[in-house]
């Protein structure tokens, strides 16, 4: 299957795990072991307003290159209809997009650009 076809939304369910497992890894050789400690520890960069300010900083920053821009916008842009009362539709699309992209990434065998972008997220984005 050509990832290049693959819509937004099925780029980012797979996108979506890739970032989490990213996340969980780094935790877990900070030292953190206790299950409950990782899991606070993980969510904070995971839920979607985290992804959503890393999402903005790349993209201020010219960050992504023209391909991986469009790959995040066809996740943005994807029509998902829902989202949390406390989070606007906005920042459910942008991280929406960015998870696409991570999909996307792991699909065309670059997982190491995509942990290289979640790395310069972490680094510059305060969780």
Do not use: P, W
Request: charged content about 25%.
């Amino acid at each position: 299957m050509d990832a290049k076809l693959m819509n937004g939304l099925t780029l980012a369910y797979i996108g979506d795990t890739i970032y989490e497992t990213y996340i969980r890894k780094m935790n877990i050789l900070k030292g953190i072991t206790k299950v409950n400690d990782l899991h606070k520890h993980t969510i904070k960069y995971t839920c979607a307003e985290y992804q959503a300010k890393g999402a903005s900083y790349l993209l201020k920053n010219d960050l992504l290159s023209e391909e991986e821009i469009l790959i995040f916008k066809r996740g943005r842009n994807s029509n998902t209809n829902k989202t949390r009362k406390s989070l606007s539709i906005e920042d459910y699309n942008n991280a929406t997009g960015l998870e696409a992209l991570m999909g996307y990434l792991y699909f065309i065998d670059k997982l190491d650009r995509a942990y290289e972008i979640i790395g310069i997220i972490v680094d510059n984005i305060c969780a």
